[in-house]
């Protein structure tokens, strides 16, 4: 009996740890930045690569951020610009939609705060 106890709590403990797997650069996260971003933070004509310069067709360009400086604080979603934005941590800004009505879904904007909370790999 004292086992079993030990074996539920130990379970208890990991699985939710699981539901929240490590997000992949590759897999999740540029398909994210193609299907919300890249139609406004594409070389040369996007409007906001054209205005700040922003753009994040790979891990390097997202890294870099825009000609003011880091828009991720690896570690951090709190403090990412990147994360802040999508959120709408900073006021009706127009990077929460495509251009579209739709905007980006919640379980995207979740993928991308544990993305940068795991580090902002590039993996
Ligand atoms: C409809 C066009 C448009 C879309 C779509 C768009 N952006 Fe932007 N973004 C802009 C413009 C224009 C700027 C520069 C002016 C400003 O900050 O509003 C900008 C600026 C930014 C900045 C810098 C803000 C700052 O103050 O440092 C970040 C970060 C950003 N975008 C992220 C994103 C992300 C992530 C997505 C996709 C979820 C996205 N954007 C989609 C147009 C867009």
Redesign the pocket.
Known sequence: MQYSNTILLTLAIILPACVYHQVSYEQDISP??AK??N???MAPNG??YR??G?K?DSYDSIIQG?I?GP?IVAGDSRRS??NK??EGR?GN???????DKKG?SKEDIEV?RIWVDQGALNN
Do not use: A, E, F, P
């Open positions: 994210i930045l919300n971003c139609g406004c933070h409007y906001g205005k700040i922003l994040m825009t003011y828009i610009m990147l934005l999508v900073v800004r127009q990077c929460n939609s495509r251009g980006i991308l």
